[in-house]
């Protein structure tokens, strides 16, 4: 689907953001109103490859986040197509009143690609972890938001914001994610799940870096427990799609959502909001950070340590199962 122009033996060496600057450079080789812009983290954000190979439609905008936000805005008024690569913490926060007024208040064709999101760069402390930006975007009328779970989806999620009209947020990390997609040809949609295992005694739904850990999770559920735990990569945050999220309340009457951010707002939030207002009742947890600020560490062991790897996952699924509820279907008593 992305024209991706290198094998899969070198993708599996290739971190997210190399994936998503090479995605990039093939766009911008057949689309000539590309443009890119950084605020002087093009080799950090891996826009430097896009950068390099087009050097007359690239801007940095030096250390000035929200100059580089009302830059894209003037270019996407003029017809062109902004990339904008920084991290999710200075998009999320520092740039905010720009992404709010200037794009996407305007509804304008911007796409963000935020890296070094969630706790990926945990051993920069809070200044650079950002579990919040999903609470925050999410929130921006008119603004979509994706988080691909590996290097195969963002591209997939690349191509697609190019091919969607209007302000799209996409969320990736700052390292070498786990392969959870061996390639791109797969049915990717905007705002539709993928369904990476089948199961009927509960869901986990799961975005991120948190996906790759789901499957594991589904995986040792079946052969130990004998568990048979559905997981649904819940790539689109914004908009949801409610239809997968009901089919396994009415199905599996369990919901487990992992997610590398803030409890509060994000995909948690979000898959509640559907249930809540379906009236349909399910036993539900959400795993995340907790409302607190992160410490500092690696992201293997910040995951472990907020129980948002695969052993986690397996605990609260294990006590999730445990629990009573009223499983029946009769969901008339339930509105």
Same mark, same amino acid.
């Given at each position: 689907?992305?024209?991706?122009?290198?094998? %899969?033996?070198?993708?599996?060496?290739?971190?997210?953001?190399?994936?998503?600057?090479?995605?990039?450079?093939?766009?911008?080789?057949?689309?000539?109103?590309?443009?890119g812009?950084?605020?002087?983290?093009?080799?950090?954000?891996?826009?430097?490859?896009?950068?390099?190979?087009?050097?007359?439609?690239?801007?940095?905008?030096?250390?000035?986040?929200?100059?580089?936000?009302? %830059?894209?805005?003037?270019?996407?008024?003029?017809?062109?197509?902004?990339?904008?690569?920084?991290?999710?913490?200075?998009?999320?926060?520092?740039a905010?009143?720009?992404?709010?007024?200037?794009?996407?208040?305007?509804?304008?064709?911007v796409?963000?690609?935020?890296?070094?999101?969630g706790?990926?760069?945990?051993?920069?402390?809070?200044?650079?972890?950002?579990?919040?930006?999903?609470?925050i975007?999410?929130?921006?009328?008119?603004?979509?938001?994706?988080?691909?779970?590996?290097? %195969?989806?963002?591209?997939n999620?690349?191509?697609?914001?190019?091919?969607?009209?209007?302000?799209?947020?996409?969320?990736?990390?700052?390292?070498f994610?786990?392969?959870?997609?061996?390639?791109?040809?797969?049915?990717?949609?905007?705002?539709?799940?993928?369904?990476?295992?089948?199961?009927?005694d509960?869901?986990?739904?799961?975005?991120?870096?948190?996906?790759?850990?789901?499957? &594991?999770?589904?995986?040792?559920?079946?052969?130990?427990?004998?568990i048979?735990?559905?997981?649904?990569?819940?790539?689109?945050?914004?908009?949801?799609?409610?239809?997968?999220?009901?089919?396994?309340?009415?199905?599996?009457?369990r919901?487990?959502?992992?997610?590398?951010?803030?409890?509060?707002?994000?995909?948690?939030?979000?898959?509640?909001?559907?249930?809540?207002?379906?009236?349909?009742?399910?036993?539900?947890?959400?795993?995340?950070?907790?409302?607190?600020?992160?410490?500092?560490?690696?992201?293997?062991?910040? %995951?472990?340590?907020?129980?948002?790897?695969?052993?986690?996952?397996?605990?609260?699924?294990? &006590?999730l199962?445990?629990?009573?509820?009223?499983?029946?279907?009769?969901? &008339?008593?339930?509105?």
């Amino acid at each position: 689907m992305a024209g991706l122009t290198y094998t %899969m033996l070198d993708a599996a060496h290739l971190s997210t953001g190399e994936i998503y600057g090479k995605v990039l450079c093939d766009l911008g080789e057949k689309h000539p109103e590309i443009v890119g812009l950084s605020a002087d983290l093009a080799k950090s954000t891996k826009i430097g490859l896009f950068a390099k190979k087009f050097p007359e439609r690239f801007f940095n905008a030096g250390i000035a986040e929200q100059n580089m936000v009302s %830059m894209a805005a003037g270019m996407a008024s003029a017809g062109l197509v902004p990339f904008v690569s920084t991290f999710a913490i200075f998009i999320a926060m520092r740039a905010l009143d720009q992404v709010h007024t200037d794009i996407c208040y305007q509804n304008l064709n911007v796409k963000i690609i935020a890296t070094h999101a969630g706790l990926s760069f945990g051993q920069g402390g809070s200044t650079h972890q950002c579990t919040e930006d999903l609470s925050i975007m999410r929130s921006m009328a008119n603004c979509k938001v994706i988080v691909p779970a590996d290097g %195969m989806e963002t591209a997939n999620a690349v191509q697609a914001a190019y091919e969607t009209p209007g302000p799209i947020y996409i969320r990736i990390n700052r390292g070498f994610d786990q392969q959870v997609y061996k390639d791109t040809d797969y049915d990717f949609q905007i705002g539709k799940a993928v369904e990476l295992a089948d199961g009927t005694d509960l869901t986990i739904i799961a975005c991120g870096s948190c996906v790759h850990q789901a499957v &594991e999770a589904s995986k040792i559920l079946d052969s130990v427990d004998g568990i048979k735990a559905r997981v649904l990569d819940m790539h689109t945050i914004k908009p949801i799609d409610e239809e997968a999220i009901l089919k396994a309340v009415h199905e599996t009457r369990r919901i487990i959502t992992v997610e590398d951010h803030n409890v509060i707002g994000g995909l948690g939030s979000a898959v509640a909001e559907v249930v809540a207002k379906s009236g349909k009742a399910c036993a539900f947890e959400i795993l995340g950070i907790p409302d607190t600020f992160s410490i500092i560490g690696l992201h293997e062991d910040l %995951m472990s340590h907020y129980k948002i790897d695969t052993n986690g996952i397996l605990e609260k699924v294990r &006590e999730l199962m445990g629990r009573d509820f009223e499983d029946d279907e009769d969901w &008339e008593d339930e509105v």
